[in-house]
T-cell receptor
Framework: SAVISQKPSRDICQRGTSLTIQCQVD?????MFWYRQQPGQSLTLIAT?????????ESGFVIDKFPISRPNLTFSTLTVSNMSPEDSSIYLC??????????FGPGTRLTVL | AQSVTQLGSHVSVSEGALVLLRCNYS??????LFWYVQYPNQGLQLLLK??????LVKGINGFEAEFKKSETSFHLTKPSAHMSDAAEYFC???????????FGSGTKLNVKP
């Protein structure tokens, strides 16, 4: 199964700033996904990132707020822009592997003051 | 459209007792269903999955789930709870292309000594 790492594992940021989260996979994958898990809540899909094309965003999420890069088949970044306390969440990346499973990274725990 | 409902945000059982975590789904296409576990401060780990093969699915750590189309359910069970089972459990349904996963709100399992 795919092994996924994320950086940073956690961060505390000031409102109005931006944070870029990195996701690295140990194998080449076509599709990568970014999720948000707000405190005490379930996971919500932010966007799907395919290599070589623009990310596809879910309803309620926009590129200006959450720009995503996918420069190659093993790496992606998610930026949380102009942060507010409401952006305090765990951000997880995942990949599709074995044709029908999603594997998740350990998550990035973000606190915005 | 796909959605998942998990009944009971918190479930508490005694060590050695039966674990039953409930999940009902709604899907406009034949569903693919998953259970994930999340230990504190960790990412999600796949417990088991249903992808239209056998309706009784066995997963890791002694967990199993039964797909019941007539009841639109996919409840997770374990005959005998262990202290190490204390975690949060998420049920998820995919759209059939395994691209988008829709998660339930999660159930926190507490195991009492």
């Amino acid at each position: 199964s795919a092994v996924i790492s994320q950086k940073p594992s956690r961060d505390i940021c000031q409102r109005g700033t931006s944070l870029t989260i990195q996701c690295q996979v140990d194998s080449q994958v076509t599709m990568m996904f970014w999720y948000r898990q707000q405190p005490g809540q379930s996971l919500t899909l932010i966007a799907t990132a395919n290599q070589g094309s623009e990310a596809t965003y879910e309803s309620g999420f926009v590129i200006d707020k959450f720009p995503i890069s996918r420069p190659n088949l093993t790496f992606s970044t998610l930026t949380v822009s102009n942060m507010s306390p409401e952006d305090s969440s765990i951000y997880l990346c995942s990949v599709e592997d074995r044709g029908n499973e999603q594997f998740f990274g350990p998550g990035t725990r973000l606190t915005v003051l | 459209a796909q959605s998942v409902t998990q009944l009971g945000s918190h479930v508490s059982v005694s060590e050695g007792a039966l674990v039953l975590l409930r999940c009902n789904y709604s899907s406009s296409v034949p569903p693919y269903l998953f259970w994930y576990v999340q230990y504190p401060n960790q990412g999600l780990q796949l417990l088991l999955k249903y992808t239209s093969a056998a309706t009784l699915v066995k997963g890791i750590n002694g967990f199993e789930a039964e797909f019941k189309k007539s009841e639109t359910s996919f409840h997770l069970t374990k005959p005998s709870a262990h202290m190490s089972d204390a975690a949060e459990y998420f049920c998820a349904v995919s759209d059939g292309n395994f691209n988008k996963f829709y998660f339930g709100s999660g159930t926190k399992l507490n195991v009492k000594p």
